[in-house]
């Protein structure tokens, strides 16, 4: 009679060791996949949280009356938009992006050949870009406030965070051109549209597009993303940006690397104005001097606002802001 044998003790151990280890190893692989995915959706989806955060710095000295500025200058500025609005309704606008997608937008018609395309930032619309077209407008420019795509009426699933959007701004510009050729154009962001601003400036535009001027944006999605997840969430980089990265370009046609506004600068050669605040709490203000030291010539400038948080420069500065502003894009628009 044969006798059965019976595996040692260590045989079974190892056994069991690697069946607890490949369950750890599925568990901690769903646990990253359950992640990216909410981190995708989150940041960049339609319907995403991504723009509900409440994060902010230490007020820097003499910082309590920065902020009694930017409050009362937020103020009026709201009535002045207000006003603005009741009494120019715009027009309704749309074009097609190259993948399809229905972009809508808001028209200001205007007298003479100068224009600006105002760029609304994260999660926003192009009623957030009335604080720029008011001013633009009583300067004598046409102005168009497109709806980012995923934004306000514009289509689309996933927020382009500039990268897509810098395509959406050229055929933006294709139908400034084809209603007045002789258009000399302005693209003024702010936040994710003053990324899109410095996305767009790195692509061939036509001889009509004259100047950029960028107001807090970030040099990269990768960069303002890992910022993000460590002042929100106390996570590093690795491995969750990584497989988020790798999960939005296949489900929104790119990934967070790639959508790098430091490299598009660097192959900007018209004039551009860099804008930031010293107290912003989401888009480190470092960044301005990364990005206006790879923009390449002379035709730039910078304009720092000594206390403002995020988006807050043209309330800190006031009248300064835009004094600024129409001094370096008057001459680009010259001829």
Same mark, same amino acid.
């Given at each position: 009679?044969?006798?059965?044998?019976?595996?040692?003790?260590?045989?079974?151990?190892?056994?069991?060791?690697?069946?607890?280890?490949?369950?750890?190893?599925?568990?901690?692989?769903?646990?990253?996949? #359950?992640?990216? %995915?909410?981190?995708?959706?989150?940041?960049?989806?339609?319907?995403?949280?991504?723009?509900?955060?409440?994060?902010?710095?230490?007020?820097?000295?003499?910082?309590?009356?920065?902020?009694?500025?930017?409050?009362?200058?937020?103020?009026?500025?709201?009535?002045?938009?207000?006003?603005?609005?009741?009494?120019?309704?715009?027009?309704?606008?749309?074009?097609?992006?190259?993948?399809?997608?229905?972009?809508?937008?808001?028209?200001?018609? %205007?007298?003479?050949?100068?224009?600006?395309?105002?760029?609304? $930032?994260?999660?926003?619309?192009?009623?957030?870009?009335?604080?720029?077209?008011?001013?633009?407008?009583?300067e004598g420019f046409q102005v168009v406030m497109p709806d980012l795509r995923a934004c306000g009426e514009s289509q689309g699933d996933y927020v382009g965070m500039g990268w897509l959007d810098r395509m959406d701004v050229l055929d933006w510009i294709d139908w400034i051109v084809a209603r007045d050729p002789q258009a000399a154009i302005v693209v003024h962001g702010m936040s994710m549209g003053a990324a899109t601003t410095m996305m767009t400036a790195g692509e061939d535009t036509p001889d009509n597009?004259?100047? #950029?001027?960028?107001?807090?944006?970030?040099?990269?999605?990768?960069?303002?993303?890992?910022?993000?997840?460590?002042?929100?969430? $106390?996570?590093?980089?690795?491995?969750?940006?990584?497989?988020?990265?790798?999960?939005?370009?296949?489900?929104? $046609?790119?990934?967070?690397?790639?959508?790098?506004?430091?490299?598009?600068?660097?192959?900007?050669?018209?004039?551009?104005? #860099?804008?930031? $605040?010293?107290?912003?709490? #989401?888009?480190?203000?470092?960044?301005?001097?990364?990005?206006?030291?790879?923009?390449?010539?002379?035709?730039?400038?910078?304009?720092?606002?000594?206390?403002?948080?995020?988006?807050?420069?043209?309330?800190?500065?006031?009248?300064?802001?835009?004094?600024?502003?129409?001094?370096?894009?008057?001459?680009?628009?010259?001829?």
């Amino acid at each position: 009679m044969e006798t059965a044998i019976k595996p040692k003790t260590g045989t079974r151990w190892l056994r069991r060791a690697l069946v607890a280890l490949a369950v750890l190893v599925v568990l901690l692989a769903a646990a990253i996949g #359950f992640g990216s %995915n909410y981190l995708v959706e989150y940041a960049i989806g339609r319907s995403g949280d991504g723009g509900d955060r409440e994060v902010a710095l230490e007020v820097e000295p003499g910082g309590d009356t920065v902020e009694a500025t930017i409050a009362a200058n937020k103020a009026a500025q709201k009535e002045r938009n207000e006003a603005f609005a009741a009494a120019h309704p715009g027009e309704r606008v749309e074009v097609t992006s190259d993948d399809g997608l229905t972009l809508s937008g808001v028209y200001y018609a %205007n007298d003479g050949h100068r224009w600006v395309i105002a760029l609304h $930032g994260y999660r926003g619309s192009s009623q957030d870009s009335l604080r720029l077209a008011q001013p633009y407008y009583e300067e004598g420019f046409q102005v168009v406030m497109p709806d980012l795509r995923a934004c306000g009426e514009s289509q689309g699933d996933y927020v382009g965070m500039g990268w897509l959007d810098r395509m959406d701004v050229l055929d933006w510009i294709d139908w400034i051109v084809a209603r007045d050729p002789q258009a000399a154009i302005v693209v003024h962001g702010m936040s994710m549209g003053a990324a899109t601003t410095m996305m767009t400036a790195g692509e061939d535009t036509p001889d009509n597009v004259r100047a #950029f001027v960028e107001d807090c944006g970030y040099t990269s999605v990768w960069d303002v993303f890992s910022s993000e997840l460590q002042l929100r969430f $106390g996570l590093p980089e690795f491995p969750l940006l990584y497989t988020a990265s790798a999960l939005a370009d296949a489900k929104a $046609g790119y990934n967070f690397r790639e959508a790098s506004a430091l490299d598009q600068v660097a192959r900007c050669e018209k004039p551009m104005l #860099f804008i930031h $605040g010293t107290a912003d709490d #989401f888009i480190p203000y470092e960044m301005m001097d990364t990005l206006y030291s790879a923009k390449p010539g002379d035709n730039k400038a910078e304009l720092t606002a000594e206390g403002a948080g995020h988006g807050e420069a043209m309330y800190a500065l006031g009248q300064t802001y835009w004094d600024t502003v129409f001094a370096f894009v008057d001459p680009c628009l010259e001829g």
